[in-house]
């Protein structure tokens, strides 16, 4: 963990000026950008959410502080759309950088920017924003990590992948978080299924920091990928101690261990999981109601035979996080959302749902990035998982199998979105339609072709119609 936090001059020697003459506010700045960059609460400063007041406390004057912390919220939850003290500090921050406009750097108020675009759901124009600002400024790692959110948040691995390789070697080694940037590009790497290389990235960073949990965390993605469920398990409990510092991505760091139990059906240890671990069971953030309703369907879908059980757990979930209810925005974590309104939601609740998104996508105070692709997906998408919960799975595969090469666009992770390859296949076989039957086999031989040793998938098969289809042969 790090001590030597940067003051206003070592933030000048780096040509990365603020415009702020505290001390204090710059080693704040660079304490919430420690603990966002690396996943982790700084305890001496009370954990990331308090060092971002305090930040702001010092100098309230302080733009790239007020950058951080309004893009940090944004990024974190489609609430934020919906929060007005979040639309007043934007607003306030507007003005007030406006109002400095002769004192402050093109950088900030490129930053500014970034963040007033970011408010109206537009990733695109931030993206461009932020990509401007590492051309001259390639050490700025709001600009990297709020990038890297940008490019996840959009599906597009390719281009965050070369967004670390293009700025990683213009880092001083000594240079403070530069160990993270290894994680960064490896997980991109991963995501563009370059395997090989994402390790030796993901490896180089863990043995700079081996408490880097995002790192940690790509190595997991990788054994996802190879289908090395064993691997995957062994390097997570073995290195668990270490990435259990970082509070950010635990919770779906076990998640990932939880999906190489599920291949291996040791339900109990997943069991155990969402029982007593608290991101589980006490869940708070956005990552942990992704984590938990992606996993719940997850045993679902492989035919757990306790369905008492997950659907308390579901109900849970909705009880925690019901306030969403009419929160729309970033799909990825909308839909899984949906996953729960399609488990154990009446038929009221899912009628709101889908017409608080008809209100999303005609509010123009968000941008046309966010509605034209909510209106292209999300209503598809969100009705396609209603449909299942609803034993109706031939208006699933009629809604779901047309836009499946368009859900990257949704953002998240290729491990993520797979749940919905999952729910299409299952669905294609339960269907009464014989057409969507074979379409199914279809996709169970596409899924195994890319995941051989994947149990989970040949018992999906083997529950319908693959035992038919081999006899028949
Ligand atoms: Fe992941």
Not at 278 to 292: A, E, G, H, R
Request: proline residues 2%.
């Amino acid at each position: 963990m790090r001590s030597n936090w940067r003051d206003c001059a070592a933030w000048h020697s780096e040509k990365l000026p603020m415009n702020t003459s505290s001390n204090e506010a710059c080693k704040l700045y660079d304490v919430c950008l420690s603990q966002f960059t690396g996943y982790y609460e700084e305890k001496q400063f009370g954990g990331l959410a308090n060092s971002l007041n305090q930040m702001i406390n010092s100098d309230p004057n302080f733009i790239l502080g007020h950058c951080l912390k309004n893009g940090i919220e944004l990024l974190g939850t489609n609430s934020a759309f919906y929060s007005n003290t979040l639309s007043d500090n934007i607003n306030n921050l507007i003005k007030t950088s406006e109002l400095l406009s002769n004192e402050i750097t093109q950088r900030e108020k490129f930053h500014v920017k970034a963040i007033e675009y970011l408010h109206k759901g537009d990733l695109v124009e931030s993206i461009k924003i932020w990509e401007d600002i590492l051309i001259d400024h390639p050490t700025d790692m709001m600009a990297i990590r709020m990038l890297a959110s940008g490019y996840f948040y959009t599906g597009n691995s390719i281009e965050m992948r070369d967004s670390i390789a293009r700025v990683l070697p213009k880092w001083n080694t000594n240079t403070p978080l530069y160990n993270y940037l290894y994680g960064f590009y490896a997980f991109g790497l991963s995501q563009t299924k370059e395997l090989e290389k994402a390790e030796k990235y993901a490896r180089k960073g863990i043995e700079l920091n081996h408490l880097d949990g995002w790192a940690c965390h790509t190595i997991a993605h990788i054994n996802e990928y190879r289908s090395t469920f064993n691997e995957g398990i062994n390097f997570l409990l073995k290195t668990e101690n270490d990435w259990q510092t970082c509070e950010f991505i635990r919770g779906h760091n076990y998640w990932h261990l939880c999906l190489f139990y599920l291949e291996n059906q040791e339900y109990e240890k997943i069991i155990d999981i969402l029982d007593n671990n608290p991101s589980f069971s006490k869940p708070q953030m956005t990552i942990d109601l992704v984590n938990s309703s992606s996993l719940l369907f997850r045993l679902k879908l492989d035919g757990f035979k306790d369905s008492g059980y997950l659907d308390t757990k579901f109900k849970e979930l909705k009880n925690v996080f019901n306030d969403r209810l009419i929160q729309h925005g970033y799909i990825y974590s909308d839909s899984h959302m949906a996953m729960i309104y399609a488990m154990c939601g009446t038929d009221k609740e899912k009628k709101v749902y889908l017409d608080s998104l008809q209100d999303f996508i005609s509010d123009t105070n968000f941008s046309k990035f966010i509605r034209k692709l909510n209106l292209k997906i999300s209503g598809k998408l969100y009705e396609a998982l209603f449909s299942y919960g609803e034993g109706n799975f031939s208006k699933t595969v009629d809604l779901l199998y047309p836009i499946r090469y368009d859900l990257f666009k949704i953002g998240g992770s290729n491990a993520q979105r797979d749940i919905f390859n999952l729910i299409l296949i299952d669905a294609c076989f339960r269907s009464e339609s014989k057409r969507h039957n074979t379409i199914g086999q279809g996709l169970y031989f596409e899924r195994l072709a890319q995941r051989e040793n994947s149990s989970l998938t040949k018992r999906l098969g083997d529950r319908y119609f693959i035992n038919e289809f081999y006899e028949n042969l």
